[in-house]
C-alpha cells in the first residue's frame, strides 16, 4: 500500500541522512563503533534512486500521480497474484455458504437434492438405485 512504500522511503533518507552525519566526522564513528563505508552510502543511496522507480511500478502510478498505462507491469502482476490469494482464502467461507443453503434448501423444501434428481430422472421410490 502506499503508506508502506511512504514509510519505507522516509526510514531509508533517515538512515542516509544519518550515516552521512557519521561519516563527516571521525570523532562520531568512534562514539558510534560506525562499520558503514562510504562506498556503503553510494550504494544506498543508487539503490535509494533506484528504489522510487520500482516503487512507481508497484503502486502503478508515477511521482506525479499519474497512472502508469503498463498491462504486464508490476502492479498488474501484483493485483492478478492478489485475486488467486482472495480466491484462495475465501474457499473455505465460499464451502460454508453453499453448505449452508444446500442444507436449508433440502430442510426447508423436504425433498433432498440428489433425491429430486433421481426422481427427475425417472427413477421411483421402489426402484433400489433411487438410494444410492
Known sequence: SLSVVATHQLLTNLFEYIAVII???????????CVISEQDLQILEKCNKMNVDAL???VGADR?????RKKN???SELRKTGDLWADHILENAKAYIMSFIYIFATVISGFPFFY??????GLTASNKCIYL
Do not use: K, P
Request: charged share 20%.
Open 23 to 33: 561519516l563527516s566526522d571521525q570523532s562520531f564513528r568512534r562514539a558510534t563503533g
Open 73 to 75: 507491469g508490476t502492479n
Open 64 to 68: 506525479c500521480g499519474e497512472i502508469l
Open 116 to 121: 429430486a434428481v433421481a426422481h427427475g430422472a
Open 56 to 58: 512507481a511500478e508497484i
